[in-house]
């Protein structure tokens, strides 16, 4: 009959909520596949446009590559600065 008489409704009976304290490691331990993962999921706007704009910038680098070097006209000779006389 005691548990007839509890407020289904009530909230959890409240924990002291302990802070969890972590040893500093040396960057080789940050660097570990399990650890990279936690830190990019944290933190994942900033490493999503770190990459959006190293993906970009590459990504033009080649197209201008492509197009400087994909024309018959690379075979041209370069005559910028010499002077005919």
């Known amino acids: 009959m005691a548990d007839v008489d509890k407020n289904i ?3 959890p ?3 002291e909520e302990s802070e969890e304290i972590y040893e500093e490691q040396g960057w080789k331990e940050y660097f570990k ?5 936690k830190l990019i999921h944290r933190n ?3 490493f999503t446009s770190l990459v959006s704009v190293y993906y970009l910038i590459h990504f033009v680098m080649c197209a201008g590559a492509v197009d400087a070097y994909s ?3 690379r075979q041209n ?3 910028v600065g010499m002077s005919v006389d």
């Open 13 to 15: 009976a409240k924990q």
């Open 33 to 37: 596949p399990a650890n990279v993962s």
């Open 77 to 79: 000779p370069c005559t």
């Open 44 to 46: 994942f706007a900033l």
């Open 9 to 11: 409704d009530a909230p």
């Open 71 to 73: 024309d018959i006209t």
